[in-house]
């Protein structure tokens, strides 16, 4: 969504009364109005500098032990009021979510967040 001009839509949500939350990689201007704002940023593709200082909360994706460093640098560029995630790639889950369990345990800072959907069966 942040590659399109987001403020009209997010104005006329505004004023119906809705609460906005958006997820994003951050690769794009951030626009309009949001009530939370999720930054899950991609190794392939910056973040603009500018979106670090407005996520509320980061989640960072992990599929190798490599990823948490990766995570703990990302962290240093965001609020400190922002909530740090790692959530496991789905299909390697099984192998990355017990180090993950390990680096939450000497990082309490972090939480671990999980795709519920998929494991409903969701799409």
């Known amino acids: 969504p942040a590659m399109h001009q987001m403020t009209p ?3 006329a949500l505004k004023a119906a ?3 906005i ?3 994003t990689s951050g ?3 951030i626009t309009g109005y949001f009530d939370w704002i999720c ?3 991609k190794k392939f593709k910056a973040c603009l ?3 670090y200082a407005k996520a509320h909360e980061l989640k960072v994706i992990v599929s190798l032990k490599h990823d948490l460093d990766w995570a703990i640098e990302e962290a240093k560029k965001v609020n400190a009021h922002c ?3 790692i959530q496991p790639e789905w299909s390697k889950q099984d192998k990355v979510l017990p180090m993950m369990i390990d680096f939450v345990k000497l990082n309490p800072q972090w939480q671990i967040s999980l ?3 998929k494991f409903l069966n969701i799409p």
């Open 115 to 117: 795709q519920t959907h």
């Open 17 to 19: 009364g809705k609460k």
């Open 49 to 51: 500098p500018e979106n």
């Open 9 to 11: 839509l997010t104005n």
């Open 39 to 41: 930054l899950s940023p």
């Open 21 to 23: 939350h958006i997820e």
């Open 27 to 29: 690769a794009h201007a």
């Open 83 to 85: 909530r740090l995630f």
